[in-house]
């Protein structure tokens, strides 16, 4: 099928959905910089090891954890939205989307411009202490880092600071509550760039009836959404926020 059909099609289908939830994963943000962890050759796991960033390894040794992570800290830190992101932003003020559940935490929604925002993972806008979890900016722990205090440690307690985000092995912050409700309300959802594979987050689509997802790679979702698209998100998404806005203007 063509892509401009498949656009229609997914459009077809979510504007006749009453409540619109969109998922991201790292792959919304890979036109913007930011590696994912699982593309063929480009993925962060081809250069490093999940296991380092267990909260396990950050508690044992958290000025490994920097010393491997700065660079990705950086760049995130350092990105722009996407067209897609902005695209996302536009749906939410037309009516045509409600929120956006992500698992990344590179803040680049709210940047592109979407308010109802529900972040899975965390952020790393702040870090917090791992003792009195006094918070503190992420500019001020990379700034730290950057002048070699490793790890970086909070003003009050002289304890690690480690990112607002949620490691391998950590409980889910309350927001994965907010996110179960928000599916519960939803009758659609739009995924995009996530290989559907972290758990528990990945189990948020099996609670919709209709299901488009636009990813390059085959997920464990694909034989039950009613759409897929496997084509670059960000020449696709603002293509597919045009096609609903004519379906809602027509
Ligand atoms: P993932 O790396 O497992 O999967 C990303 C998917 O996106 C892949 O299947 C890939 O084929 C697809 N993809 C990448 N670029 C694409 C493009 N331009 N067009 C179409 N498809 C594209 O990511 P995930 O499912 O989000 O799970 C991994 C975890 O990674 C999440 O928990 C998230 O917190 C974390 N993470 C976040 C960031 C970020 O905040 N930007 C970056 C890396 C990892």
Redesign the pocket.
Known sequence: MKNSEEIMDAARVLSRCQHVTIFT???I???SG??????PGS??WNQLDPEDFTIQRFKANPQRFYQLGIKFLET?LKASPSPAHQAIGEMEKLGLVKSVIT????GLHQKGGSKNVIEV?GTLQTASCLFCHKQETISKVIEDVQQGLLPPRCEDCGEPVKPDITLFGEAMPPTYQQALEEVQKADGMLVI??????SP?NMLPQFIKKLVI????D?PYHSRADVMIR????KTVPRLKEALLERKIS
């Open positions: 994963g790292a792959g943000s890979t036109e930011i590696p994912d962890f699982r593309s993925g962060l995130i698992q990344n935490i590179d993972h760039g996530s290989s559907l594979l972290v987050a636009i990813n390059q790679e997920t084509q670059s998100i960000s």
